[in-house]
C-alpha cells in the first residue's frame, strides 16, 4: 500500500471503530491509545492483547462480515505481513535443529453442541478455520484462557480444547508463528482432524488436529480467502458477493470503493464493471448499459485492448436484452473475433446467437 493509500485505510479504521463502540467508554479508551501508539509492527501485539480487535476481527473473517472486513483492511494487512514475517524466521530457526520437526500448541474454546456433533462427523477429515488462531504451548493456560470451569449459562455449549500438531518442515501451509507462548495462523490454514475424544476428568473434549500442506487440498475448494482478497485487491470482494447472488452488499460495496479518493483508474473500472453486472441482474437495463459505459471509457483512455473488448461485449449484450439491436451490432461484431481468437467457446457462442438473433429480426 502507498503512504496515502495506507492512510486512508488508517483513518477508515479508526472511524469504523469509533462508531462501532460508540457507547463504550472503556473500548474508547483503548481505540484513542491504539489510534495514539500503533504501528505496523505491533500489530501481533494488539491482536494478542484480546482486545475488541482480537473479537471484532475473528467475528467479521467468520462471519464474513465485508463492511468490517474493509474498515479493518489496513489492520489485516499489517497483522498477515507481520505473522508471515515471524513464520520465515521461525522456520528458518527451526530448520537448523535436528531434533525439532514438530511444535503442539493448544486452543481452548466453548462451542455449540451442533458443531461438536460435525466436528466428530468430520474425524479424519480436512477443515479450514476461518479465522486468525491464538493459541498456547501451554495446555493449561489455554483451557483457563477459555473459560473453561467457569460456571455454564448457555447449555448449548461444550468446552473443547483443540491441540495443534504442527510439522515445522511443511513448506506450502498458511504462515503460523511463535511469539512468546503465544501462536498464530492466518485465517483459512487447514488442518486435519485426527481424534476427538472426551475428557472425563477435567470435563471438556479434546480435539487433535494435524496442521497441513496447502498444495494437497487446493482441488477440494477448502480454502476462503475473503481477507487475502482484500490485501491483494480492493475490488475483489465486491465480486465475490456478486458471485454469491447478495446484489444488494456488492452494489453498496462497489459505491463504497469509489468514493476513495486514491481509486486508481482500472480499479474504477472493475467497479463499473462490477456495478453494471449487479444492474444487469437485476433487470436494470439502463443502469447497467451506464456503468458499463463509464467501464469502457476507463479502458479506452488507459488504452487497455482486452479489458475495452470485454467492455464492448457488456454493453452489446445489455443492447441486446434492452431491443435495441441496431446499437448492438455496433459492439457485439468488434468482440466477436476476439472471443475465438481466445477459444472462449461459450462467450463465443453467445455472441454468435445474438447476431444470429438479430439478423433473423432484420430479415422479417
Known amino acids: 500500500m502507498s503512504d496515502n493509500i495506507n492512510a486512508t485505510s488508517r483513518q477508515d479504521m479508526i472511524t469504523y471503530l469509533t462508531q462501532e463502540y460508540n457507547e463504550n467508554e472503556a473500548t474508547r479508551k483503548l481505540i484513542d491509545e491504539f489510534d495514539r501508539d500503533y504501528e505496523r509492527s505491533s500489530s501481533i501485539h494488539w491482536h494478542t492483547k484480546g482486545t475488541f480487535l482480537y473479537r471484532l476481527l475473528n467475528e467479521a473473517l467468520r462471519d464474513s462480515d465485508f463492511d468490517a472486513l474493509f474498515a479493518l483492511r489496513s489492520f489485516i494487512v499489517d497483522l498477515y505481513k507481520q505473522i508471515l514475517l515471524e513464520h520465515e524466521q521461525f522456520r528458518n530457526n527451526n530448520l537448523t535443529s535436528r531434533y525439532n520437526f514438530s511444535l503442539n500448541v493448544y486452543r481452548g474454546q466453548a462451542i455449540s453442541r451442533e458443531e461438536l456433533s460435525i466436528l466428530l462427523q468430520k474425524q479424519g477429515d480436512y477443515f479450514s478455520m476461518q479465522s486468525f488462531l491464538s493459541t498456547s504451548t501451554n495446555s493449561e493456560v489455554a483451557h483457563v484462557y477459555s473459560g473453561a470451569g467457569t460456571a455454564h449459562t448457555d447449555l448449548n455449549k461444550v468446552w473443547i480444547l483443540y491441540e495443534f500438531k504442527i510439522d515445522t518442515h511443511l513448506n506450502n501451509t498458511k504462515p503460523y508463528a511463535r511469539i512468546s507462548h503465544l501462536s498464530q495462523y492466518q485465517d483459512g490454514a487447514v488442518f ?40 491483494v485487491d480492493r475490488v475483489s470482494p465486491g465480486f465475490l458477493l456478486y458471485q454469491q447472488g447478495d446484489y444488494a452488499k456488492a452494489r453498496e460495496y462497489f459505491q463504497k470503493i469509489l468514493n476513495i479518493t486514491s481509486l486508481e483508474d482500472r480499479e474504477k473500472a472493475h467497479c463499473y464493471r462490477g456495478l453494471g453486472a449487479v444492474a444487469a441482474e437485476e433487470n436494470n437495463y439502463d443502469e447497467a448499459y451506464k456503468n458499463f459505459t463509464e467501464e469502457y471509457d476507463i479502458w479506452h483512455k488507459l488504452d487497455d485492448e482486452v479489458n475495452r473488448l470485454e467492455a464492448c461485449k457488456n454493453i452489446g449484450d445489455i443492447l441486446f436484452y434492452m431491443g435495441k439491436f441496431k446499437e448492438a451490432l455496433e459492439y457485439l461484431p468488434t468482440t466477436f473475433a476476439y472471443f475465438k481468437l481466445k477459444d472462449y467457446e461459450m462467450e463465443y457462442a453467445c455472441i454468435c446467437g445474438m447476431i444470429g438473433h438479430i439478423m433473423d429480426v432484420n430479415e422479417q
Open 192 to 231: 486435519r482432524i485426527d481424534s476427538i475424544r472426551l475428557d472425563d476428568v477435567n470435563q471438556r473434549w479434546h480435539a487433535l488436529l494435524s496442521l497441513c500442506d496447502d498444495e494437497r487440498f487446493d482441488l477440494y475448494g477448502i480454502m476462503q480467502q475473503y481477507a487475502a482478497e482484500i490485501i
